[in-house]
């Protein structure tokens, strides 16, 4: 890639935030940065020890590594997390959020509480990161912002009305903030994937696992380095003129 993407006219590293980058596609987005020349700040919920092999992974590309365990629910701890990040690395060129749960059940059963989780985490957790990373970037006129999504945000899902909720209003939240900041030479795109390997999927019975197979074209998941691959493109130079969008990587899931 174009060093002067990822590195400073003297040759330094610039920065990334990656959240919920212990595990999973976060975890991939992270490695993959690492690779393509970007220092790495990640937050994670609670597991301090994935986070630790994420940094390990991160290192071995000569990267630079804060992390620390942030609720991207949590406004103030979000705010102090991206303070501490941009102390420690520089001023953030890329904002990746990747964290993300899910709480399914039909909505008639649907505990309240599952509800707020899951809007709390997908959508605030990304308004919440966006604001003060984004108010830096618009000061500095350069940055790139891609929210991970899910295709059920684009075509919903039973028993996901507050994960597709969630990722629906990511979609609207990224195609209004692009609007909102293109002339200040921000761009933002939402990554949404569809069935990917990684411990979110993982908790699948073998009989969802096979329905879920039948309506994937490609009849097979994707896997994490994927959906960080187009994250890889997106931020770079190659993804230029890329913005506002929502790209599926679904296997053909929903064709
Ligand atoms: N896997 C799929 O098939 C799939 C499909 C479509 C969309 N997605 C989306 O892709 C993103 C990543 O999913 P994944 O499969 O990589 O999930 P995952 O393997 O379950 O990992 C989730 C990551 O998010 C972190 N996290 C969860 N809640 C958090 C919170 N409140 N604050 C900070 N970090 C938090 C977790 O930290 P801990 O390790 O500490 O728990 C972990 O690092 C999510 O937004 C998900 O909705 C995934």
Same mark, same amino acid.
């Given at each position: 890639?174009d060093l002067?993407?990822a590195h400073?006219?003297?040759g330094?590293?610039?920065?990334?935030?990656v959240t919920?980058?212990?595990? &999973?596609i976060g975890?991939?987005? *992270?490695v993959?940065l690492a690779?393509?020349?970007?220092d790495i700040a990640?937050?994670?919920? =609670?597991?301090? =020890?994935a986070?630790? =092999?994420?940094?390990r992974?991160?290192?071995e590309? /000569?990267a630079?590594c804060?992390? !620390?365990?942030?609720d991207v629910a949590d406004?103030p !701890?979000v705010?102090a997390f991206?303070?501490?990040?941009?102390a420690?690395l520089g001023?953030t060129?890329?904002?990746?959020?990747s964290a993300g749960?899910?709480r399914d059940s039909?909505?008639?059963l649907?505990?309240p !509480?599952a509800?707020?989780?899951?809007?709390?985490?997908?959508?605030?957790g990304t308004?919440?990161?966006?604001?003060p990373?984004?108010?830096g970037?618009?000061?500095?006129? =350069?940055g790139?912002?891609?929210n991970i999504?899910s295709v *059920?945000?684009?075509?919903g899902?039973a028993?996901?009305?507050?994960y597709?909720?969630s990722?629906a /209003?990511?979609? /609207?939240l990224s195609k209004?903030?692009?609007k909102?900041?293109?002339?200040?030479?921000i761009?933002?795109?939402v990554?949404?994937?569809?069935?990917?390997e990684?411990?979110m999927t993982?908790?699948?019975?073998?009989?969802l696992?096979?329905? *879920?197979l039948k309506?994937?074209?490609m009849?097979r998941?994707g896997? !994490?380095?994927?959906?960080a691959?187009?994250?890889?493109?997106?931020?770079?130079?190659r993804? &230029?003129?890329?913005t /506002?969008?929502?790209?599926?990587?679904?296997g053909?899931?929903t064709?």
């Amino acid at each position: 890639m174009d060093l002067n993407e990822a590195h400073n006219a003297d040759g330094g590293r610039r920065s990334a935030i990656v959240t919920g980058a212990s595990r &999973g596609i976060g975890r991939a987005v *992270a490695v993959q940065l690492a690779a393509d020349g970007y220092d790495i700040a990640f937050c994670y919920r =609670e597991r301090g =020890e994935a986070a630790l =092999e994420t940094e390990r992974l991160v290192r071995e590309h /000569g990267a630079a590594c804060y992390h !620390a365990p942030c609720d991207v629910a949590d406004g103030p !701890a979000v705010e102090a997390f991206v303070k501490a990040a941009e102390a420690e690395l520089g001023p953030t060129v890329v904002l990746v959020n990747s964290a993300g749960i899910v709480r399914d059940s039909p909505l008639v059963l649907m505990p309240p !509480a599952a509800w707020n989780l899951v809007i709390d985490t997908n959508l605030n957790g990304t308004f919440n990161f966006c604001r003060p990373v984004v108010f830096g970037m618009m000061k500095r006129r =350069e940055g790139v912002v891609v929210n991970i999504s899910s295709v *059920a945000g684009v075509y919903g899902n039973a028993a996901q009305t507050n994960y597709a909720a969630s990722k629906a /209003g990511v979609h /609207g939240l990224s195609k209004s903030l692009a609007k909102e900041v293109a002339r200040s030479g921000i761009r933002v795109n939402v990554v949404a994937p569809g069935f990917i390997e990684t411990d979110m999927t993982a908790v699948l019975s073998e009989k969802l696992r096979a329905e *879920a197979l039948k309506i994937v074209p490609m009849r097979r998941f994707g896997t !994490a380095q994927q959906v960080a691959d187009l994250v890889s493109f997106l931020v770079s130079e190659r993804g &230029g003129y890329i913005t /506002g969008q929502v790209i599926q990587v679904d296997g053909g899931i929903t064709l």
